[in-house]
């Protein structure tokens, strides 16, 4: 399987890249982000706890997070030709639950994407967004803010836990929508080299 991790601030350019890289590997995409307000937008129970966090702008905790990864594995491990994971693992927990459900599986991560873009530009994004989303959490700055506050002290650590695999590509963010696609794709062709799991 090609199971390839994106990876990167909020407003980096994850989601976006995302489909497109699905479509062009004929991989699932996982986003933790769609999971989440899909269950919000419910109203069920999870999406409600869930709400609390994700409106303020930080990390829904890692149980609740790892438990919906581990369903849509269940569901589709063995089915589909690879997994691009969207906005998961965020914390080093969620890293090591990842490796774990995916050893079980008898698969694991083949790369890690993670995209590098400035500050300031995140944060136009993400007002930008906010202007047409609906979303809570991209229309306030001191909320962009929070959550690049959860990413510095939470999430870039899970690039070292990658780091010691040697599986971690960086690739700049900034730039035309398509550019930053065929620099990601040049990494995948580079990195996968056609070996099958
Ligand atoms: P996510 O849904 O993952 O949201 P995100 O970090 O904002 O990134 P997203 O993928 O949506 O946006 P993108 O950068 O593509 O998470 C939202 C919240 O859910 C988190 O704050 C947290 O509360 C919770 N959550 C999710 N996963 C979790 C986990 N694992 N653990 C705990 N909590 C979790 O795009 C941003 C904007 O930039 C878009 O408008 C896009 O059009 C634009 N854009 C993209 N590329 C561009 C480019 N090259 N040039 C100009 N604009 C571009």
Redesign the pocket.
Known sequence: MLNIILF???????????YRLKERYNLLHI????L??EEKAKGSPLGLE?KK??DN??????EV?IGMIRVKLEENVGKVAGIIF??????VA?AEALDQLLEEKETCIEQVLALEVGED?LVR??L??GKT?GRA??MDEEKIRT?LG?YHTKTALVAGHYAQTDKVANVA?????EE?TERLAGELDRGSNGEEE
């Open positions: 990167g601030p909020p407003g980096s350019g994850k989601g976006t890249q995302a986003s933790t982000g769609d989440l307000r869930a966090y994700m702008g930080l990390l829904v905790p890692d997070v969207d906005g998961f693992p965020r914390t969620q530009e994004r993400l930008e967004r989303s959490d991209d959550r959860e963010g900034e730039g035309t929508i930053i």
